[in-house]
């Protein structure tokens, strides 16, 4: 079946770092990929998206591009903020309904 | 807009007690989506409703939930009775298109002691 498999948290690193944290998937087709963040306390938000091979999705300075050779869909920032503290999880959906398949979540802490 | 609503945000409940959480969609959506977080299983889909109607309701545990949507604008999930291994975070989540959800509501934090 359909899987999203995301490195284990938690991944700390300090403010300006640069981040990346893997996904990568399982799916037959050609699914949509997504990144949701969940700040602390709060509900998820979707993050960035991307429709097919090599899109790049980009928001809030973070950026990931749908590499189907690899299967996978990495979130990189080139500057990370305390701001940026939150749990990330990568997510695909085959585009046929509504079934997300969802990673497990890696929390990201930023220190000052 | 004020985004999703959801009440109460926490609630402490003894076993056996009936508990029932409430969702406020985004107007405009059709899509609405009940999710329970727990660090064990993380996000699991629990029911799905489409223009009030509910579409898949195989992700409902078991006979003690159920979730009704008597209209556009208003959501229940209810558990009764409740059980400690039901504590868990629950959220709602609606969207236009069903295949993309943006935002989820801020979530219902239920403890079952």
């Known amino acids: 079946g359909d899987s999203v498999t995301q490195m284990e948290g938690p991944v700390t690193l300090s403010e300006e770092a640069f981040l990346t944290i893997n996904c990568t998937y399982t799916a037959t087709g050609y699914p949509s990929l997504f990144w949701y963040v969940q700040y602390p306390g709060e509900g998820l938000q979707l993050l960035l998206k991307a429709t097919k091979a090599d899109d790049k999705g980009s928001n809030k300075g973070f950026e990931a591009t749908y590499r189907k050779e690899t299967t996978s869909f990495h979130l990189e920032k080139g500057s990370v903020q305390v701001s940026d503290s939150a749990v990330y999880f990568c997510?695909?959906?085959?585009?046929?309904?509504?079934?997300?398949?969802w990673g497990a979540g890696t929390k990201l802490i930023i220190k000052p | 807009d004020a985004g999703v609503i959801q009440s109460p945000r926490h609630e402490v409940t003894e076993m056996g007690q009936e508990v029932t959480l409430r969702c406020k969609p985004i107007s405009g959506h059709n899509s609405l989506f009940w999710y329970r977080q727990t660090m064990m299983r993380g996000l699991e889909l629990l029911i799905y409703?489409?223009?009030?109607?509910?579409?898949?309701d195989s992700g409902m545990p078991e006979d003690r939930f159920s979730a009704k949507m008597p209209n556009a604008s208003f959501s229940t999930l209810k558990i009764q009775p409740s059980e400690p291994r039901d504590s868990a975070v629950y959220f709602c989540a609606s969207s236009l298109d069903p295949r993309e959800i943006e935002y989820f509501g801020p979530g219902t934090r239920l403890t079952v002691t």
């Open positions: 997510a695909l959906n085959r585009g046929s309904n509504y079934q997300l398949i």
């Open positions: 409703f489409n223009n009030n109607v509910p579409i898949d």
